[in-house]
């Protein structure tokens, strides 16, 4: 009988772990605005506290007292990706003293919620804007832009893995990554034999942001 009661407790401790993990907050990809181009601010404060987060940067050359020099500046001003669950990223918001807030999306009914970016689209986004690649093209999209692109995956070189809308951009054909209609960033040349056409189901619907 004793033996039967600890099988029994041991049993329930399991259900109760697994219901709690079923109940689990996962964590997303939120987008955020950042006021007063302090992206790289909010970015130190996230690192210092070992939160998950990404500010798309590039190299630009400027000239400086007649020399010219290459520097890592953000891409899009006033723009960061967090990943923390909701409550974390809601938690963050209310304790921070910097300029932040939810870029919202308006529903079909009228509701607003905050944006969040599909794991696998983020992942593909930060491949290609990671590098920093000086001659990457970034566009402002209108919704209904390159939607008749061929959805690609690229399978070689330093953006291998990623995956867009192969499309012609300023006289090169270019793979391009459009998060969620925010941003869109488009590789350097990518020659035919570097991309593979993505034929099964897109989850995450990446062509039709495109």
């Avoid at 950042?34 to 500010?55: C, M, P, S, W």
């Avoid at 990706?81 to 308006?106: A, G, Q, V, W």
Wanted: a positive charge; hydrophobic letters at 40%; aromatic letters at 10%.
């Amino acid at each position: 009988m004793v033996q039967f009661y600890e099988n029994f407790r041991i049993f329930a401790l399991v259900e109760v772990r697994t219901i709690k993990k079923k109940g689990r907050e996962e964590k997303v990809w939120f987008a955020i605005r950042v006021t007063y181009n302090r992206e790289l601010k909010v970015k130190e404060d996230l690192d210092a506290h070992g939160i998950t987060n990404f500010v798309p940067m590039q190299y630009r050359r400027e000239e400086r007292n007649g020399v010219m020099v290459k520097r890592l500046v953000p891409s899009v001003h006033n723009l960061i990706f967090i990943n923390l669950t909701p409550s974390e990223m809601k938690e963050y918001k209310m304790t921070t003293d910097l300029p932040i807030r939810y870029i919202m999306d308006r529903g079909a009914n009228g509701s607003r919620k905050p944006i969040t970016v599909p794991d696998r689209e983020m992942e593909s986004f930060i491949k290609v804007a990671g590098t920093y690649e000086e001659k990457l093209i970034y566009l402002n999209p209108e919704p209904g832009d390159f939607s008749k692109g061929e959805r690609v995956r690229i399978i070689g070189g330093q953006f291998a893995g990623a995956e867009g809308i192969f499309v012609r951009v300023k006289g090169d054909r270019r793979v391009l990554i459009n998060v969620q209609g925010l941003v869109a960033v488009a590789t350097t040349y990518v020659h035919p034999s570097m991309i593979e056409k993505i034929t099964e189901p897109d989850e995450n619907r990446l062509d039709n942001a495109l």
